[in-house]
């Protein structure tokens, strides 16, 4: 049955009486807010409740929610298309915006759209089960103008093949996702690290079944050693750690220029042309921290050395 403010604005259409109810007399000024988190929690148990209801209870129940979000998103339209065009209304609308539940209802209704920062984590968040299950995580440190900046945690922090999974994986959601940011750079880790296991293939290309090719056999790529290797038009450096490979684009991140008369000394390279250092087990630049190399995902099978070029 409706409850009383239903019947009430019934009776209010029916009876077309012009009289406006103060909005404030209801207003009690004594009376503690009640938190987001509180009001959440509530629908959240309630949500919980309706689960072990017999299906045509929960499907009334839903359609009758469904029904009270559409009345209500309608009024609030309607109320600030009212108020936009008088003087102040607009400040007052965006302080109003600011208290925590009010921007969350304006967000679920769609009157207010998610800011770009909000997109963005949305976006981060597509990848973050994926991370979850090498043990890492991501988090979004900061977004201004058309740059984002993510750092890696856990697993991720520090992990080889984190310069992959940085490329192929949160560059890639971000930048395809939220068209608007056009770099995305990755801040420095925790340095915690994430347990014993390392993963030498980054976990965005380690379920892939197609697209891996054939470089070299692992006896062609003698241990400390680093290879210049041509393939599908592609210049690229392979280089071995012990049973561990890794691939990088035959391009200095300065100015794009190949590193084929680079100077390899204790798994480091040095660009002959501009003097820029680079880690060859993870791509880290050490001269301007906040480039790297453009990784590759390197796979060994039996004693067959495997890539998968990125784009």
């Known amino acids: 049955m409706p409850g009383a403010w239903w019947a009430a ?52 129940a839903q359609a009758r929610a469904a029904a009270l979000d559409a009345l209500n998103a309608e009024a609030f339209r309607r109320l600030i298309r009212s108020l936009r065009e008088l003087p102040g209304a607009a400040e007052a609308l965006r302080q109003a915006a600011a208290d925590e539940v009010v921007y969350c209802v304006l967000r679920r209704h769609g009157i207010l759209k998610a800011s770009l920062f909000e997109r963005v984590d949305a976006a981060l968040a597509t990848v973050r089960p994926t991370l979850a299950g090498h043990g890492g995580d991501a988090e979004l440190v900061e977004v201004s103008g058309d740059k984002a900046v ?106 794009g220029m190949p590193m084929d008369q680079a100077e390899i000394a204790d798994g480091f390279i040095t660009c002959p042309h501009h003097g820029f250092r680079y880690a060859l087990e993870s791509g880290e630049c050490l001269t301007a921290p906040e480039v790297q190399l453009q990784p590759h995902a390197v796979r060994v099978r039996g004693d067959a050395i495997e890539l998968r070029l990125t784009r």
């Open 150 to 255: 993510v750092r890696f945690l856990g697993a991720c922090d520090g992990c080889p093949a984190s310069a992959l999974t940085f490329y192929a994986g949160v560059k890639k959601a971000i930048t395809e996702q939220v068209p608007e940011i056009r770099e995305v750079k990755q801040a420095k880790g925790l340095g915690g690290g994430g347990g014993d296991t390392v993963h030498f293939t980054s976990p965005f290309a380690a379920h892939e079944h197609e697209g891996w090719l054939h470089a070299l056999q692992l006896t062609e790529l003698p241990d400390g050693t680093t290879s210049v290797l041509e393939l599908e038009g592609r210049s690229l450096l392979l280089s071995r750690f012990g049973d561990k490979v890794t691939c990088f684009e035959n391009a200095c991140a300065h100015l």
């Open 9 to 60: 604005c019934f009776s209010l259409t029916s009876t077309g009486t012009s009289s406006t109810p103060d909005p404030m007399s209801e207003a009690d000024p004594q009376r503690p807010e009640p938190t987001l988190s509180r009001l959440l929690g509530d629908l959240t148990a309630l949500e919980a409740l309706a689960e072990n209801w017999e299906e045509g209870a929960r499907n009334g």
